[in-house]
């Protein structure tokens, strides 16, 4: 994950163009087919998927450092097991919130501030022992965010009895503390920024409505193919050895220590899929299936391209759904299940990241070495 962000952040201007405008099979240019109503869907995707993702992860920030100052002022097991809990509530509401990296959250980087994984366990326990905390040098990227509340609320013991003990009696339980405040609130304030931004950045999405590069659905496609790829490659495929030359890495999975790896990789598919599909609490609104659906969009074989994909996210959740938690200890156990549900991820990305942008008129912005 460190890897492919600081490829992101170094490289982020560079342009991998996807030229052809036209799918083979006979679709048409989105120039060609009747007009599809843009902004309904830009409308739709920020009223009812991307403010209520905000504003669910501001709150469960809030109520995690909410959590962290009931649990410093007064450790036992009983805040500890609700600390525990208001973290776990935090990190599935962001599987929903992570794909939105543009306009304010783009200016915050709030990615890779929330979740650059795997966290660096030395680096925290070279900040606890100091007592000092620099959120802003680059050695601290790895060693914030809600991976590192990971390691700190699951990791540091053998079970809670354990990690209650590096909060009260251990010599360093004070800076532990103080460590645990100082992430909780960073997080807290960077997502009330994203969600204030919002305020003024949603008429300037929402009146968005070409597709150059810079525009509101561009942007989105873009993010959206990008987040996917984090899935399929850094909460699988490397944890799986699959995209490491056969050499596993099972503590690289995401939420590693609170063994909720799957569960999360879940939510992050399945929220994906609820953006293309534009579906929200509030029904089954304008997204990208319909502008697909418009533009005549067909598969490699004639088929629907949007069926296609629609019939690849099931697939792909079902083997997820064949797997179980700790995901670590399946990659260990059940390697070919794992890989399995890899293969059928992969066919995904092929489908959302060359052919719905080709067919869409969308250009690929960002630059990565994934081979599709």
């Not at 995401?254 to 609490?281: D, P, W």
Request: aromatic share 8%; proline share 3%.
């Amino acid at each position: 994950m460190r890897k492919f962000i600081y490829a992101a952040l170094i490289a982020a201007s560079t342009i991998i163009a996807i030229q052809s405008c036209k799918k083979s099979g006979g679709s048409t240019t989105p120039e060609e087919s009747p007009a599809f109503d843009r902004k309904a869907m830009l409308i739709n995707i920020s009223a009812n998927i991307i403010l209520p993702a905000y504003t669910s992860f501001q709150t469960a920030t809030a109520n995690l450092d909410a959590a962290v100052t009931a649990f410093n002022a007064s450790p036992d097991n009983t805040k500890l097991v609700a600390l525990q809990s208001a973290f776990q509530a935090a990190y599935k509401q962001w599987q929903s919130t992570s794909v939105f990296e543009f306009g304010p959250a783009e200016t915050a980087t709030l990615r890779v501030n929330v979740n650059t994984y795997p966290t660096d366990v030395n680096q925290i326990n070279a900040n606890v022992t100091a007592g000092t905390y620099d959120p802003n040098i680059l050695a601290n990227l790895s060693a914030k965010g809600l991976p590192a509340l990971d390691y700190l609320l699951f990791g540091t013991g053998a079970d809670n009895n354990a990690i209650l003990l590096m909060y009260t009696t251990d010599s360093r339980a004070a800076n532990r503390r103080a460590y645990l405040a100082k992430l909780s609130a960073e997080l807290k304030a960077e997502a009330a920024t994203v969600l204030s931004g919002w305020g003024s950045y949603r008429a300037t999405f929402e009146g968005s409505v070409g597709t150059a590069t810079g525009s509101s659905t561009s942007s989105l496609i873009n993010q959206l193919v990008y987040d996917y790829e984090i899935l399929k490659n850094y909460e699988v495929g490397i944890p799986a050895g699959v995209q490491s030359m056969g050499t596993t890495f099972p503590t690289k999975v995401q939420a590693y220590y609170s063994k909720m790896s799957l569960q999360l990789a879940l939510l992050h598919t399945q929220a994906i899929q609820n953006i293309y599909t534009g579906k929200s609490a509030q029904g089954d609104g304008q997204g990208l299936d319909d502008y697909l659906i418009k533009s005549n969009a067909k598969a490699k074989d004639g088929s629907s391209l949007n069926t296609t994909i629609l019939n690849q996210f099931a697939a792909a959740i079902t083997k997820l759904q064949g797997l179980t938690d700790p995901l670590s200890a399946n990659i260990v156990s059940n390697p070919a299940a794992v890989t399995a549900a890899y293969t059928e991820l992969q066919k995904l990305t092929v489908l959302l990241k060359t052919d719905m942008t080709s067919s869409l008129g969308i250009l690929i912005t960002f630059g990565d070495n994934d081979g599709d």
